[in-house]
Antibody, heavy 121, light 107 residues
Framework: EVQLVESGGGLVQPGGSLRLSCAASGFTFSSYAMTWVRQAPGKGLEWVSGISGSGGSTYYADSVKGRFTISRDNSKNTLFLQMNSLRAEDTAVYYC??????????????WGQGTLVTVSS | EIVLTQSPDFHSVTPKEKVSIACRATQTIGNSLHWYQQKPDQSPKLLIKYASQSISGVPSRFSGSGSGTDFTLTINSLEAEDAATYYCHQSSSLPITFGQGTRLEIK
């Protein structure tokens, strides 16, 4: 059974940093591209970042480019999102999600339960 | 960036009714359009991939159609459990984008 379990969310002050993790199980992690999608309270879905199966290619939404860094450790089946210079508008539930194939530009077939990030003073 | 616009934003329907949700893209995306269902306090769930391909385990009352810039999600014979927000998603080009969502209320 495919499982994606996020952790690392919490309350952080504007300008601060946070590192999200996503532990994957139930599939060959390195064979799949992975993405982060966020959802602000009461709002819709926003794609944040994606990474290829090997980790060699990374992609970002303009809203987070230069502030967020996606990475993965295929030996530990774990996806990461390093978030720096956080702003109030980054407040959201962050979902770890699996692209159905090895490229980011594919349907998302599995989602984690999400982890809440709140940026506030 | 490809913008996806869904219509309507909100729909109130009765059980057993048939409902359609539209998704329009600002440029052609072939069939790289997918649909998701999100119930309150849950993660999204994939319903339809590549405009019209069914997903294992998803009830057959859900179907999709369209290509290019105009797409439709159709739900036949609505059930109470279909109350949710529905999102379209394009994977044709980066950045990946989602529609704003359509909230479906079952009367």
């Amino acid at each position: 059974e495919v499982q994606l379990v996020e952790s690392g969310g919490g309350l952080v002050q504007p300008g601060g940093s946070l590192r999200l993790s996503c532990a994957a199980s139930g599939f060959t992690f390195s064979s799949y591209a992975m993405t982060w999608v966020r959802q602000a309270p009461g709002k819709g879905l926003e794609w944040v970042s994606g990474i290829s199966g090997s980790g060699g290619s990374t992609y970002y939404a303009d809203s987070v480019k230069g502030r967020f860094t996606i990475s993965r450790d295929n030996s530990k089946n774990t996806l990461f999102l390093q978030m720096n210079s956080l702003r109030a508008e980054d407040t959201a539930v962050y979902y770890c999600a699996r692209a159905a194939v090895g490229v980011v530009t594919a349907e998302i077939d599995y989602w984690g339960q999400g982890t809440l990030v709140t940026v506030s003073s | 960036e490809i913008v996806l616009t869904q219509s309507p934003d909100f729909h109130s329907v009765t059980p057993k009714e048939k409902v359609s949700i539209a998704c329009r893209a600002t440029q052609t995306i072939g069939n790289s359009l997918h649909w998701y269902q999100q119930k309150p306090d849950q993660s999204p769930k994939l319903l339809i991939k590549y405009a019209s391909q069914s997903i294992s385990g998803v009830p057959s009352r859900f179907s999709g159609s369209g290509s290019g810039t105009d797409f439709t999600l159709t739900i036949n014979s609505l059930e109470a459990e279909d109350a949710a927000t529905y999102y379209c998603h394009q994977s044709s080009s980066l950045p990946i984008t989602f529609g704003q969502g359509t909230r479906l209320e079952i009367k």
